[in-house]
């Protein structure tokens, strides 16, 4: 429901604008009716009046999901609990935006596991990524190029700082350790570079030939670097869709290409997909206690992994030494930059709360 103000048909705009001038003073105003925020804004002689969606509103635009309404301390559970909400999670998406409940895809004969090459064409690298939600390209960059792109994060990893809002740490028995760079464009040219390479933009654009990379905002272009042993908040990120903390109305079909820089293993820490998990939702803690086919991929230094937001996927803890680094460039629909401003992310409600995630984990 959306509040529509009540009002004459016709309103003469000189009283209108005598009535506004009594406010000058006393700012817009804004008025709270259940879960429906209405503000009257003076502007010169007239008023704009904005209906803005309040929190149920929002969870049924898939504009954020429960755990984004959980974190920002939007939600008020009176019986019952978020295991409770998040059973429900399946019916209310189906009923609120038509995701079916996940079924095994048909993956018209397509490998899984296949890699590509930065020479199939274009439709048989769309072809793969729309089947299966992913896409394992091998050799788009040259080791010299992978090189170069560890020395510019090593320059980056030596300025970060806990709380400097520009990474991410999590605690381990060795103290705090970087796990990730967030906005990295912004302080590297070399990186910068990377980020704006033709080569990505072919594969960012098989959706949607428009789609943009935002360096400012969206945490921008990110490094992870994966920590091994026991670690305390999110390097090793659970199963998760990239629009799991919300937006997914505003930022899907993005697809986020990882750069591998050193490559990956179970042991330095890979990525795990479930194939064709897109467009669909799982059960709650669907990875204890059913048989979903899951993938893993491993990559050489310079292969890029393609995904699209809301394929189911997982980053878990390293099995050896950790360490794999990967640079993610994301391609969002040129609309995003209509919802989010420069320095504003979905991940800005768990970065710097190690211990408020830790728990939920
Ligand atoms: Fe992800």
Same mark, same amino acid.
């Given at each position: 429901m959306t509040l529509a103000p009540a009002r004459p048909?016709?309103?003469?705009p000189h009283a209108l604008a005598t009535a506004v001038a009594d406010t000058r003073r006393a700012g817009s105003l804004t008025f709270l009716v259940g879960n429906d925020v209405l503000t009257y804004r003076a502007d010169g002689g007239t008023v704009t009046e904005t209906a803005e969606p309040g929190a149920w509103q929002d969870l049924v635009a898939q504009l954020r999901t429960p755990i984004n309404l959980l974190l920002s301390n939007a939600l008020v559970f009176e019986r019952g609990g978020f295991d409770q909400l998040a059973a429900w999670d399946r019916v209310l998406r189906y009923l609120h935006a038509?995701?079916?409940?996940?079924t095994a895809p048909d993956?018209?004969?397509? $490998?899984?596991?296949a890699t590509l090459t930065p020479e199939d064409d274009d439709d048989e690298l769309r072809a793969q990524l729309e089947t299966m939600g992913y896409l394992h390209v091998r050799g788009l960059f040259s080791a010299e190029e992978m090189a170069a792109a560890n020395a510019a994060v090593d320059e980056l990893a030596a300025q970060a700082s806990k709380g400097d809002d520009e990474s991410w740490w999590v605690g381990t028995d060795d103290g705090d350790q970087l796990c990730r760079l967030v906005y990295s464009t912004l302080r590297s040219e070399a990186l910068r570079r990377l980020e704006q390479d033709p080569r990505l933009a072919r594969l960012g654009r098989l959706?949607?030939?428009d789609a943009i990379v935002t360096p400012?905002?969206?945490?921008?272009s990110a490094v992870l670097i994966k920590v091994p042993g026991q670690t305390q908040g999110?390097?090793?990120?659970?199963?998760?869709? $990239?629009c799991g903390m919300g937006g997914h109305a505003i930022l899907c079909p993005a697809v986020s290409i990882g750069i591998q820089l050193t490559g990956s293993t179970a042991g330095s820490g890979n990525l795990l997909m479930v194939p064709g998990s897109h467009g669909q939702t799982l059960p709650y803690q669907w990875h204890s206690r059913s048989d979903v086919p899951v993938v893993e991929i491993d990559t050489a230094p310079g292969d890029v992994t393609v995904h699209v937001q809301d394929v189911m996927h997982a980053s878990p803890?390293?099995?050896?030494?950790g360490g794999r680094r990967t640079m993610y460039v994301t391609f969002y629909p040129r609309t995003l930059l209509d919802h989010v401003g420069p320095?504003?992310?979905?991940?800005d409600l768990v970065r710097n709360r190690t211990a408020e995630v830790a728990t939920l984990v």
């Open positions: 048909a016709d309103l003469d038509g995701f079916p409940p996940y993956l018209q004969g397509r $490998d899984p596991g959706l949607d030939p400012d905002r969206m945490e921008g999110l390097s090793n990120i659970p199963w998760h869709q $990239d803890k390293p099995t050896g030494a320095g504003q992310a979905f991940n």
